[in-house]
DNA sequence: AGCGGGAATGCATAGGATTGCAAAAATCCG
DNA sequence: CGGATTTTTGCAATCCTATGCATTCCCGCT
């Protein structure tokens, strides 16, 4: 087997008649080395092919300019696109993206942040994946900050990016009732997530707020299937509700088939949808779904900002929560305009 | 700003009374080491909370255990999907994944092999994403393998891994004729991708060989915003085809649209649409796209099989095609059952 | 008891870069 | 032009682990 002899910084420094230390300095930004010195070392190292090992930088400067994902799925396309923005955004302040797809368990999470710990990434994010408080403490212990996009947390040591998901299902409440519907169901998302809870939370507060009471609110864990599930069981009886809030878009969808193609009800004449998250896929024609957006571009925003400033800054921990528009579309009715 | 002092495997091999080198053959499996001196160094380091580094240990070996996974964007589920499976299937094989998102773009590619190849990863995975001859060189220079999935190459010196693209268009050729169908139309994938290429390549000689033509053959670039206008531009006139065949599903869904919403046409009883990939999406009811399907899982094992022969037996690159089924559901009109 | 041989251990080096420190060179300024 | 700075440069130590080699240990066998 061929040994490729990776050309290091000395044999640069060789060819251009200087200490291996001139070459390193080249290559570090806001070093000092004279223009002269520059100019040779950057002729041989383009003669001899010469790129800086990222690994063993990172081994003496302690940061290896590599941030860790940990996401547990990508089907719902809210994070598929979110990922994409995130690694743009991160590439631009010149970090990396190491991806481990994982189940949300106790058992296969540990295993995954085990392996991003090893390879000393400079700071861990989770989508959709919440964290044991053991795990938080041993991200803490090595001193590698962890923030957590799309899913809060109580623990302070923890950042958190997510939508105020509140005010969102509160938004979504006050819609429904103004457009007149009586019997609201909620399919909620997944009662164990904080994103599943603050949905129901707000929904339920904002119908309590007018005096009405959820049809029925039952979780779906947020599986699409279990949400279809749902669906025909609630719907299939007589007394039926008139609208129901997803608890993301992606079961809004499953959903809406369930509604038309498998009880043959009509979307919005006979029951209204309404969703979360607004992936690109709502404003698609076959569903066209009123839903809350999740502001994905100031959420990834405000997570890199979070992770560059716990590493560079080694500012504590914050919580941020952004607040996302409701957008309507037609698979609700509309409330009449009031004049 | 408190330094975290990790612990080394020299503190371990401290505490527990041995050398360093007892310390990594612990952790080296294989390697010879007594079940006496073991424990003691396994206990040590439970107490030390020790892990070994694997920078250093990428640094020393030559292999950093790291993918470097290059896809273009992730709007179309077959790629999130596809990485879903790929990731898990390396994490098996004990490999991690460095993803980057990019253009398709020759000035942003490179950059993004340039920065892959810092990282000193064992090998190159390009989704949807095509390499020059020039990148190709420059990767086989420094030894790092690289292997293409889901799309083709002539070059030698690189694997690819895709379903047999020519044989599923010609499957749908042979399926729409079988339906009866009259006036086929193509909204193919992008004329510079290997994929979008052999779809329409094997549909148009699918066609040729039952002595038919296309009704017209046109190059969406793999944008849905363009496969709709198309759409829209050829079914908007009196003589319009009687089907069509899209270059992938993330792009037939727009079109379908496109026929029912915007020009008010009914899929299948009067157009026939069928699609190229089977993502998820593709069974929703509210599409129920008859497609041909990209074995993903089949496709992940041969590109992992690719990855772990290259890295570890330095066999030779090769050229996988896998075929794919017809997958029929309701989006396209069904030839009558000949008894 | 003595010997042979395999297993276990430790020593020391390597891997490729960054960086504090001190020496050398270049620059400035009166 | 000489001394005082400032800028460049090189030396050498450091990051953490793997591993070839030499040595020691242990065990079984005659």
Redesign the interface.
């Known amino acids: 087997?061929?040994r490729?002899d990776n050309v290091t910084s000395l044999d640069v420094a060789r060819r251009a008649g200087v200490s291996q230390s001139a070459v390193s300095r080249t290559f570090t930004p806001g070093a000092s080395v004279s223009k002269r010195t520059r100019e040779k070392v950057e002729k041989a190292a383009e003669d001899l092919?010469y790129?800086?090992?990222?690994?063993?930088r990172?081994?003496i400067t302690g940061r290896?300019r590599?941030i860790g994902?940990v996401v547990a799925?990508?089907?719902n396309?809210f994070?598929?696109?979110a990922?994409?923005r995130l690694?743009?955004a991160l590439?631009d302040e010149g970090y990396?993206?190491?991806?481990?797809?994982t189940e949300n368990s106790d058992t296969m999470v540990p295993e995954v942040v085990?392996?991003l710990?090893?390879?000393?990434v400079d700071a861990i994010v989770t989508a959709s994946v919440a964290m044991s408080d053991e795990l938080t403490a041993?991200c803490d212990?090595?001193?590698i900050p962890v923030v957590m996009f799309n899913r809060g947390q109580d623990d302070e040591r923890i950042s958190s990016v997510t939508s105020d998901n509140v005010s969102g299902g509160r938004d979504v409440a006050n819609f429904l009732l103004a457009g007149g519907h009586q019997r609201i169901a909620h399919i909620a998302g997944w009662q164990e997530s904080s994103t599943g809870r603050d949905r129901a939370k707000g929904f339920v507060e904002g119908l309590a707020e007018r005096g009405e009471e959820p049809f029925i609110v039952v979780d779906s864990h947020y599986d699409p299937n279990e949400a279809k599930r749902l669906t025909r069981e609630i719907f299939s009886k007589q007394d039926r509700p008139d609208a129901v809030f997803v608890g993301n878009d992606h079961m809004a969808?499953?959903v809406?088939?369930a509604l038309?193609?498998?009880i043959g009800l009509r979307v919005p004449s006979d029951v209204s949808v309404v969703g979360y998250d607004d992936v690109?896929?709502s404003s698609?024609?076959?569903?066209d779904l009123t839903t809350i957006r999740q502001p994905v571009n100031q959420m990834v925003a405000a997570t890199v900002e979070a992770v560059i400033d716990r590493i560079e800054g080694?500012i504590q921990p914050k919580q941020v929560r952004i607040p996302g528009p409701l957008i309507v579309r037609g698979s609700a009715r509309k409330p009449e305009i009031s004049s």
């Open positions: 087997m061929r490729h092919g790129r800086p090992n990222s690994l063993a990172a081994m290896s590599i994902l799925y990508l089907e396309q994070y598929p696109v990922i994409e690694s743009r590439k990396h993206m190491l991806i481990f797809l085990n392996d710990l090893d390879y000393r041993q212990a090595a001193g969808f499953a809406m088939d038309r193609f498998d690109p896929i698609w024609a076959a569903y080694g």
